[in-house]
């Protein structure tokens, strides 16, 4: 057979077979999850979230299991797994994403629904023991957190059994109650305490932080104030959100509740002097862009947040006098970018310039010598900025990757001279980060250990900060025995979620796993205790980077603004000073870097308030300026002053230096440094022209330190003063009127007439002329020749 014809015979065989087998859809094996999503697993409720020897020896999970495929899925089943106690900082992330291999079933599998329709659901719920050897259990002996996994799988039409979906959730184990198979029978040796031999230093940074609300490019002393939005109106308000940080860390540190005082010594205030300064201006009154941009001439509406305003800044004030409080970056700056920026004036505003701030508004003195260097990693460029502000404790993320399997390093480490770092676990921090109604996953977060968020309930989530939360002080082998417990600092929790967190770190602390150390103790002993060979500092994401163009923006900016402040004065009427003025737009440049902003859009929210903010410093330059008269003058002498008018549309006085560029043959005589008023100043400036005509002058002001103010104005002067020529002639004409004078009285004085003063003789008729006047002949004498 040729092998055309063999071909032909293989394809014809090929065509049969597709047209007669039917048509299967994509299937996943047993135990795999497909690439199409049919069900959505959902942990509602685990009990007790933290075990200890009298939580009761039965843990409860459930949830509900719901169709959102595009067909019915068939004998729905679920079941319980388990994996061994975590051992490093990283498992924290690890065991809640990708690899299966550490899980094993608590117990078989159990059947929900023979059929689950779409867009129908179903309940569940798992009880089973912590420990016993005869019956299913988790079969945990010993302290620790334990990872846990529900695994639901199901046969979706037109398709074969298949793991269909998982929830994975840490749970905490304090100490290990009674088998309830044997009950307490063996009296205390039944539970299993925890070791509380090598206890853990504890400090709580409690963030009150809120994104950049303050409209853009708004100079200081303008009312009423101006928000982007409302939305602090209801955060503020009893539920919000900042109400609820508030209420939580009031309620845990009240006498009543914290009756030794652990909670108040652990627990620490890390406040936003953004946040205060916006606060405490929507206590007087406020306003509310219709604009998002933040538009200055958009429409605006009064807003509603000021009686809510009022009380949570009077009950953070009540708190700040009996707990500790110390300051974050100004509106949480990336200080990586504010490094590019250059700008030593705006970098102090950001760090030390903070803490005044806030001490102001609070009525306290907040705790100095630590930088919270927020949820961006501690880089180079950081490490250098915060070294030039003097000696600083910068508490920052330890370095972790997806691979150690050791507790994260939180030994202090000296990265410059100045500059020492305390270091947080990042993997309790990003469990922190992921609880509440909008979880983030912090930029310090190395790539492998992130895990995606939403796919998990907001229940094990916060499950999932608990058992992080209590972890080292379960872990025996973790060093340095201390902790720092770093939140996100716009952190959105709701009531019950506070609570159980300070819960959780007030019940570490009763059971002996952890003590508190303040912060004021961190800052002194972290100098002391830091290693001299720092591993590399990180380098931001790409994706939460700001553009350079950004940052050399700001540095064009702040540093025109920083030469208007320096010439600005008080104004003795208001009290308002050129820094108050002026302080709005430097701290606008720090709100367009604040990390706040979600990483894929900081770079377009920081140009517009940069644009923004760039046109009203403009706008402020040209507010004072040299009035264009719109005519000529006329000089009458060419000593006459030259009359010109400054105006000064700005609030507080300035300093300015008058330039004028006078033609040949005129002199100005230099006013020297002016101080102008808000309002209109007359001013007569010398001059001197040395000749008659028309011409122009240009006239136009600067600060003391040269920057141009306004617009140059050009005068049409037109001068009657003849100049040198008409100098000299009048000089002659004296000279000769008194040589005359001088002559005529000399005379006199001798007695002797002036000739000036003589008649001319009378002369004698000529006949001949009188004889031609009659008309009759001239005679002439005898002796007239002829």
């Keep these: ?329 100004y509106a949480q700056a990336d200080l990586d970018a504010l490094k590019r920026v250059g700008d030593t004036g705006l970098s102090a505003v950001a760090t030390g310039g903070a803490a005044d701030i806030v001490d102001q508004i609070l009525g306290v003195r907040s705790v100095r010598g630590a930088t919270l260097i927020g949820d961006g990693p501690l880089t180079t460029p950081a490490v250098s900025l915060l070294g030039a502000q003097g000696p600083t404790v910068a508490v920052a993320a330890a370095p972790l990757t997806a691979g150690d399997t050791e507790p994260a390093d939180l030994a202090p480490r000296r990265n410059s001279l100045d500059v020492v770092t305390a270091p947080f676990d990042p993997g309790v921090a990003a469990a922190l980060a992921g609880v509440g109604a909008a979880p983030i996953t912090p930029a310090y977060l190395d790539g492998e250990l992130r895990i995606p968020l939403q796919h998990d309930s907001r229940a094990a989530r916060l499950q999932d900060a608990i058992g992080a939360l209590l972890w080292r002080g379960l872990a025996p082998a973790a060093e340095p025995r201390t902790q720092i417990v770093m939140p996100p600092l716009a952190w959105d929790l709701d009531p019950d979620e506070a609570q159980r967190v300070l819960t959780s770190v007030a019940t570490s602390i009763g059971a002996g796993l952890a003590y508190p150390r303040p912060l004021r103790a961190v800052i002194a002993e972290t100098p002391r205790t830091a290693a001299a060979d720092p591993a590399p500092a990180p380098e931001p994401a790409e994706t939460a980077r700001f553009d350079n163009g950004v940052t050399s923006g700001i540095a064009a900016v702040t540093g025109r603004l920083w030469g208007l402040t320096s010439a600005l004065t008080v104004d003795q009427r208001t009290g308002l000073t050129g820094p108050q003025y002026t302080a709005p737009l430097r701290e606008d440049m720090l709100r367009a870097l604040s990390q706040t902003v979600p990483a894929d859009a900081r770079n377009e929210a920081a140009q517009q308030r940069l644009s923004t903010v760039s046109r009203t410093v403009a706008d402020l330059f040209g507010a004072v300026t040299v009035v264009n008269p719109g005519g000529s003058y006329t000089l009458a002498t060419e000593r006459s002053p030259l009359p010109l008018a400054l105006r000064n549309d700005l609030p507080v006085p300035i300093r300015v230096r008058l330039h004028i560029t006078a033609p040949p043959g005129m002199t100005v005589t230099d006013p020297g440094e002016i101080e102008l008023p808000p309002g209109f100043l007359p001013l007569r400036v010398p001059i001197e022209v040395h000749f008659t005509q028309r011409f122009a002058v240009d006239v136009n002001l600067s600060t003391v330190d040269g920057l141009a103010l306004g617009d140059p104005v050009r005068l049409s002067v037109h001068s009657n003063a003849y100049g040198k020529v008409l100098f000299f002639i009048t000089l002659t004409g004296g000279a000769i009127l008194a040589l005359l004078v001088g002559r005529r009285l000399w005379h006199r004085f001798r007695g002797e007439p002036d000739r000036a003063d003589l008649i001319p003789p009378t002369r004698r008729p000529d006949p001949l002329d009188t004889a031609l006047a009659h008309g009759a002949e001239p005679t002439r004498p005898a002796d007239e020749p002829r």
Excluded at 32 to 53: C, K, N, W, Y
Excluded at 91 to 103: E, F, I, V
Excluded at 154 to 164: E, I, K
Excluded at 275 to 295: E, H, K, Q, R
Aim: net charge negative; charged share 15%; with cysteine.
């Design 1 to 329: 057979m040729s092998c055309a014809r063999v071909l032909r015979v293989l394809t014809a065989a090929v065509l049969l077979l597709l047209f007669a087998t039917p048509a299967v859809l994509p299937r996943a094996a047993a135990g795999e999850p497909g690439a199409t999503t049919f069900l959505t697993l959902q942990i509602d409720r685990v009990s007790p979230d933290t075990v200890t020897t009298t939580s009761g020896a039965v843990v409860t999970v459930t949830g509900t299991v719901r169709n959102i495929g595009d067909r019915p899925v068939r004998d729905v089943v679920v079941r319980l797994e388990h994996a061994p106690a975590v051992t490093g900082s990283a498992g924290l992330r690890t065991n809640l994403s990708g690899n299966l291999d550490q899980y094993t079933a608590v117990a078989p599998f159990v059947t929900l629904s023979s059929e689950l329709q779409r867009g129908e659901q179903v309940p569940f719920t798992l009880s089973y023991p912590v420990r016993g050897a005869e019956q299913p259990s988790l079969q945990i002996d010993e302290p620790g957190v334990y990872p846990l996994l529900v695994n639901v799988n199901g046969t979706p039409d037109y398709g074969a059994p298949a793991r269909l979906d998982d929830a994975r959730f840490l749970l905490p184990v304090l100490g290990v109650p009674p088998d309830p198979a044997t009950g307490d029978a063996d009296g205390v040796s039944a539970v299993v305490p925890p070791d509380t031999s090598r206890p853990v230093g504890m400090t709580v940074l409690w963030p009150l932080a809120d994104r950049p609300r303050l409209a853009a490019g708004i100079p200081g002393g303008t009312t009423p104030v101006r928000l982007l939005d409302d939305d602090l109106a209801t955060s503020l308000a009893a539920g919000g959100r900042l109400d609820t940080l508030l209420s939580a860390a009031d309620f845990a540190t009240s006498a009543a509740v914290d009756q030794d005082g652990a909670m108040s010594g652990a627990l620490c205030l890390a406040v936003d002097p953004d946040l205060l300064i916006t606060v405490n201006a929507m206590t007087g009154g406020y306003v509310v862009s219709d604009d998002p941009s933040g538009g200055l001439n958009a429409p605006t509406r009064p807003g509603a947040g000021q009686e809510a305003a009022v009380t949570w800044l009077g009950r953070l004030k009540a708190l700040a006098q009996r707990v500790c409080v110390t300051s974050t970056v």
